[in-house]
Each structure stands twice: as C-alpha cells, then as structure tokens.
C-alpha cells in the first residue's frame, strides 16, 4: 500500500511559480513511477507529468514542457512538481499517482492516488 498526500496549491497570478510536493507512505516508494495529472472544471483528468523510479526517464504533456519540472526525491519518499511561468488554463486540481509500470500517460495504470490540491492562475 501506498499513501499519497499532495500539498503546496494556491492562488496565483499569470506568471508566477508553484511548487507541488506529494508525499508518499511506505517503505518501496523509489519502485513506483510517479505522476501527477490534472483535472480543470468540467474537463476530464489529464496527464501532466511523470517520473520513473530511477529518475532516468520524464515525460510531460506538451502544454507544459519547458514550464513544469517533475522531480523525486526517494530518499524523502516525495514528489516535486515545479510550475513556472502560470497560465489561467493551468488552473485545475492537481493529483499524484503511483504505478508499478511505466506507462506514464495512461491513468488506468497507475495504483494509487492522492486527494488533490488544487492550484488556481487568475489572469
């Protein structure tokens, strides 16, 4: 089992920068990818971003590349998130997730899941 608490939402303004932490229970963390998908109002959930256990492998949706920095820290069990440059349209719920693949991209893969935190870009 894998606990998944995500924190560090807000309110921003166009522009600015958030950093998401998700932090994870569990003593086999560094085995699990990790992801973080994103919901808007309204819309269904989208990829965001993942990493692999080893760090060796990204990948981003292409709405955020060159913006958002995915990162892990196995040793804290957690998961960064770094969103520069805020757009309005970056505004949704953010969630962590856990997989035992890597199939970064497909949300039906990944095991666990956290509440969600939820960042808002006003322009």
């Known amino acids: 089992q894998v606990q998944l608490v995500e924190s560090g939402g807000g309110l921003v303004q166009a522009g600015d920068s958030l950093r998401l932490s998700c932090a994870a229970s569990g003593r086999t963390f560094s085995s699990y990818a990790m992801g973080w998908f994103r919901q808007a109002p309204g819309k269904e959930r989208e990829f965001v971003a993942a990493?692999?256990?080893?760090?060796?492998?990204?990948s981003y949706v292409d709405s955020v590349k060159g913006r958002f920095t995915i990162s892990r820290d196995n040793a804290k069990n957690t998961v960064y998130l770094q969103m520069n440059s805020l757009k309005p349209e970056d505004t949704a719920v953010y969630y962590c997730?856990?997989?035992?693949?890597?199939?970064?991209?497909?949300?039906?893969?990944?095991?666990?899941w956290g509440q969600g935190t939820q960042v808002t870009v006003s322009s």
């Open positions: 997730a856990a997989s035992n693949r890597w199939v970064p991209t497909t949300e039906r893969w990944y095991d666990y």
């Open positions: 990493i692999s256990w080893s760090v060796s492998r990204t």
